[in-house]
Nanobody, 122 residues
């Protein structure tokens, strides 16, 4: 398994932007598809975005498409989530996850970070 540590969360006004980062340990980061998920209070965890091992394929939840961008830097063992035009309903704990099955689309996010809080005020 890979160890994941998220950062970059915080409090932002509606319409603002944040960039989340997820740093991975180990030398096999480029073999993992990566994903971002979120969980709001009282709700189930939901998919946000995912990216292929080389970064050429991305996929987004409809609720964030055209506002969020997932990217990765395999040389830095890091995946990012750029969040623009934030809305109060984007408030949640955001988690990154690694999928250890070498195929697309991802099917087994087996490693998870501890999460970072994003709060969007109206």
């Amino acid at each position: 398994q890979v160890q994941l540590v998220e950062s970059g969360g915080g409090l932002v006004q509606a319409g603002g932007s944040l960039r989340l980062s997820c740093a991975a340990s180990g030398r096999t980061f480029s073999t993992y598809n990566m994903g971002w998920f979120r969980q709001a209070p009282g709700k189930e965890r939901e998919f946000v975005a995912q990216i292929s091992r080389g970064g050429s394929i991305t996929d987004y939840a409809r609720s964030v498409k055209d506002r969020f961008t997932i990217s990765r830097d395999n040389a830095k063992n890091t995946v990012y989530l750029q969040m623009n035009s934030l809305k109060p309903e984007d408030t949640a704990v955001y988690y990154c996850a690694a999928d250890d099955v070498p195929a697309w689309p991802p099917s087994h996010f087996g490693s998870w970070g501890q999460g970072t809080q994003v709060t969007v005020s109206s």
